[in-house]
């Protein structure tokens, strides 16, 4: 297995988990003002810290292998990656404008309507997230199919 | 210089110029929430929005569209240069997240008219972006071959 390949795999693993997680803790213990509460914004802290300790120890050990090893990448996965990183771009977009398109339908009540700053956070950690699960996604897809 | 490159900087020229003005509309209002208020300040804001992507289809789509002004040099340009249009999203987003959050930190809310601008400033920084990715690709191949 290419280490694109591995990548994407830890990718989707991590990335596919950690939003498995957050639905299930969100569903079990949830509301809708769930920031408010200090337990569970810490759980979610801590999930997303987690992952993200998981997504760096995953690349470097990827990395690592793949220079002791000395493998050479070749024009498919170039090819492969810049179409996958195209590709995630507009997935992203659209999942950041599906995300704004929620929180406005939710939180609008008036020309004065507020959210909480929290928000602000889980947009944009909505928008990494789809992008390298939709990147992992095709990668693992565009190999299959070459 | 290359038609798509050309292409790429007049569509970057153009559509940071309508950024710019976007930019100076709001600071001569000096206050954010009049984006609900002011009618005038919304057009502008919708006019650059669907303005700066608008162009770049124009002035970009068309010479993909035209195989003769288009070869795999282009092509491996175009392609890396979403990258450095999602690094540039990212980066709107952190900074967008960490200004409001200091700001509105005593309040503990944020107006939700910044959900609204955040996500056109985003959309806009995007297609700037996708411009300058094709631009320092070229510059980048010429540069390094």
Same mark, same amino acid.
């Given at each position: 297995?290419?280490?694109?390949?591995?990548?994407?795999?830890?990718?989707?693993?991590? /990335?596919?988990?950690?939003? =498995? #997680?957050?639905?299930?803790?969100?569903?079990?213990?949830?509301?809708?003002?769930? /920031?408010?509460? &200090?337990?569970?914004?810490? #759980?979610?802290?801590?999930?997303?810290? #987690?992952?993200?300790?998981?997504? #760096? =120890?995953?690349?470097?050990?990827? /990395?690592?292998?793949?220079?002791?090893?000395?493998?050479?990448?070749?024009?498919? &996965?170039?090819?492969?990656?810049?179409?996958?990183?195209?590709?995630?771009?507009?997935?992203?977009?659209?999942?950041?404008?599906?995300?704004?398109?929620?929180?406005?339908?939710?939180?609008?009540?008036?020309? &004065?309507?507020?959210?909480?700053?929290?928000?602000?956070?889980?947009?944009?950690?909505?928008?990494?997230?789809?992008?390298?699960?939709?990147?992992?996604?095709?990668?693992?897809?565009?190999?299959?199919?070459? | 210089?290359?038609?798509?490159?050309?292409?790429? +900087?007049?569509?970057?020229?153009? @559509?940071?110029?309508?950024?710019?003005?976007?930019?100076?509309?709001?600071?001569?209002? @000096?206050?954010?929430?009049?984006?609900?208020?002011? *009618?005038?300040?919304?057009?502008?804001?919708?006019?650059?929005?669907? @303005?700066?992507? %608008?162009?770049?289809?124009? +002035?970009?789509?068309?010479?993909?569209?035209? *195989?003769?002004?288009?070869?795999?040099?282009?092509?491996?340009?175009?392609?890396? !240069? !979403?990258?450095?249009?999602?690094?540039?999203?990212?980066?709107?987003?952190?900074?967008?997240?960490?200004?409001?959050?200091?700001?509105?930190?005593?309040?503990?809310?944020? *107006?939700?008219?910044? %959900?609204? +601008?955040?996500?056109? !400033?985003?959309?806009?920084?995007?297609?700037?972006?996708? !411009?300058?990715?094709? %631009?320092?690709?070229?510059?980048?191949?010429?540069?390094? @071959?």
């Amino acid at each position: 297995m290419l280490p694109s390949q591995k990548m994407a795999w830890g990718n989707v693993i991590v /990335w596919g988990t950690y939003l =498995i #997680v957050l639905a299930i803790v969100l569903a079990a213990n949830g509301t809708a003002l769930f /920031w408010q509460e &200090d337990s569970l914004r810490n #759980v979610f802290f801590t999930i997303t810290g #987690v992952a993200f300790a998981a997504f #760096v =120890i995953m690349m470097l050990f990827v /990395w690592i292998r793949a220079s002791r090893a000395r493998v050479a990448i070749d024009e498919r &996965d170039h090819k492969i990656m810049n179409r996958a990183n195209a590709l995630a771009g507009p997935i992203a977009m659209t999942a950041l404008a599906a995300t704004s398109l929620v929180l406005g339908l939710v939180y609008i009540e008036g020309k &004065d309507s507020v959210m909480s700053p929290y928000f602000l956070m889980y947009v944009t950690l909505i928008n990494i997230v789809v992008y390298w699960l939709a990147q992992a996604v095709y990668t693992l897809v565009a190999y299959r199919r070459h | 210089m290359a038609p798509l490159q050309r292409r790429a +900087l007049y569509s970057f020229v153009i @559509g940071l110029v309508l950024t710019i003005a976007l930019i100076a509309v709001f600071a001569a209002q @000096g206050d954010i929430t009049a984006f609900e208020r002011d *009618p005038n300040l919304r057009l502008v804001t919708y006019a650059v929005l669907i @303005g700066v992507p %608008l162009i770049y289809l124009i +002035l970009v789509n068309l010479t993909l569209r035209k *195989p003769t002004q288009f070869d795999e040099r282009d092509r491996l340009i175009i392609e890396k !240069s !979403s990258r450095a249009q999602w690094l540039a999203v990212i980066f709107t987003l952190v900074v967008w997240t960490i200004a409001l959050t200091e700001v509105y930190q005593d309040q503990g809310q944020v *107006p939700l008219t910044f %959900l609204k +601008l955040i996500f056109t !400033s985003t959309l806009i920084i995007s297609t700037l972006a996708h !411009s300058f990715g094709i %631009l320092v690709g070229y510059w980048d191949i010429n540069r390094n @071959g």
